[in-house]
């Protein structure tokens, strides 16, 4: 346990360094959008909370700098102010970063990770190691919102298998009961817990993503420009914001063109879509004569084995997720083509569960019955309610410690600066 830990805790440090190492001092410190801080906030955010949750609250040390806690607290401080603060400059969020981790590692090596709840199984610094991946997630997207010659490389996922054109478009998810969150995942957060059994019924969910391709189909069917496919207050963002397409998106001539990472490049149609919101995600569904699926089925069609009746960790089952089930971990900056991965494939043969991109679901973010808060109620209370909805499944900028099958996203339904996609679902035809 102690060396996966380290070895966690070692990779996001690594990512982080890369995602701000890349870029210059005045694109560190800069807002590159009203929606994210600057990349410097981040940087000494992960420090300062890597020190509040393991130096003091499992070392029982002092503070190192505790005048500069306000200044990181995400709750005390809106995006949009954090460049007006006096935030640490990037050679001091460096050295304050660095010197915490190096006091971490001290500390890893003499903790016993058992006994307080924090300690057991290394839960706290399993938390903080997801932590800072999932900054180095909005820190890509910041990334991808930068404006400027592109300061990130990758290389592009591998091509789609030779099965990919033939797939069926949807898979039956039987009814039948089914075993959702989990008790036994040792670094689940809270809103993942407890385990709890739910009845579904018979449902079809796409096999892939929507692709890229298949939403310009409702473009150029006019699915922007009819309010009968999106619900009234969809219908109000899409109007008061001008929505015509994803965002990124341009039109030049007769192509659609996109632009990645200070890249600009022809839309591939294979590709899964991308930054849209949920309410173009509902009203595509609409559109297509479908919805989208629920929280639960989208859990139960990537963790349900059928012949076992068990709920996996993953689609695939229960090892980590290597390079052949999922496009995880930043190894690429883009989607894969749908239908990849195919070792990836959950029972029911749903592709692309995991990785690649957010899926949008139908449902509100609520607490499973018997949530427990723990171990501070900001993490996922105060969200609770209708005005977030939830995303499953990761996208490619998610490292594996941060995904797993039980894992909830949530987020605004306007929001579409984040990796999201969605696929959609239907009930079967009652005969």
Not at 274 to 302: C, F, I, M, N, Q
Not at 379 to 404: D, I, N, Q, T
Request: aromatic share 10%; with cysteine; net charge negative.
């Amino acid at each position: 346990m102690r060396e996966l830990i380290a070895t966690e805790l070692i990779a996001a440090r690594a990512r982080t360094a890369a995602l701000t190492d890349c870029v210059e001092e005045p694109d560190l410190t800069a807002q590159h959008s009203p929606l994210m801080s600057p990349l410097v906030w981040d940087l000494a955010h992960i420090g300062n909370q890597e020190e509040l949750w393991l130096l003091r609250n499992v070392g029982g040390r002092d503070p190192m700098h505790p005048e500069i806690d306000p200044l990181y607290d995400a709750f005390e401080h809106p995006r949009a102010e954090r460049p007006s603060l006096p935030l640490l400059p990037p050679h001091e969020a460096r050295a304050y970063a660095h010197e915490v981790r190096g006091r971490v590692l001290d500390l890893l090596a003499a903790s016993p990770l058992e006994g307080p709840p924090l300690l057991t199984d290394g839960f706290a610094f399993g938390m903080v190691a997801q932590h800072e991946q999932q900054h180095d997630e909005t820190m890509l997207i910041t990334h991808q919102l930068r404006q400027g010659p592109a300061a990130l490389t990758a290389p592009a996922p591998p091509p789609a298998p030779a099965d990919a054109a033939a797939l069926p478009a949807e898979v039956l998810v039987p009814g039948g009961p089914f075993r959702m969150g989990t008790d036994t995942e040792l670094w689940a957060l809270d809103n993942e817990r407890p385990s709890h059994e739910i009845e579904l019924t018979d449902f079809l969910l796409d096999t892939t993503p929507v692709s890229n391709a298949a939403y310009q189909r409702f473009i150029a069917d006019g699915g922007y420009q009819e309010p009968r496919w999106w619900t009234p207050e969809g219908w109000e963002h899409r109007t008061r914001a001008g929505l015509v397409a994803p965002l990124f998106w341009s039109r030049d001539g007769g192509q659609w063109l996109r632009r990645r990472f200070g890249v600009l490049e022809p839309v591939p149609g294979d590709e899964p879509v991308l930054h849209v919101s949920w309410y173009e995600a509902d009203a595509y569904a609409r559109w297509a004569g479908r919805r989208l699926p629920t929280e639960a089925e989208w859990e139960k069609a990537a963790r349900h084995d059928p012949a076992s009746g068990r709920s996996r960790r993953y689609p695939w089952g229960d090892q980590a997720p290597g390079s052949e089930h999922a496009n995880l971990g930043q190894r690429h900056l883009r989607p894969a083509p749908v239908g990849s991965y195919p070792a990836g494939a959950s029972p029911y043969g749903a592709r692309q569960l995991m990785g690649d991109v957010w899926e949008w679901t139908a449902s509100d973010f609520r607490p499973y019955p018997g949530f427990r808060a723990w171990p501070y109620k900001e993490y996922s209370e105060v969200f609770f309610g209708p005005e977030y909805k939830v995303l499953r499944g990761g996208c490619f900028a998610v490292a594996p410690v941060a995904c797993r099958g039980t894992f909830r996203n949530w987020d605004y339904p306007i929001r579409r600066q984040i990796f999201a996609g969605f696929r959609t679902a239907r009930d079967p035809e009652r005969r």
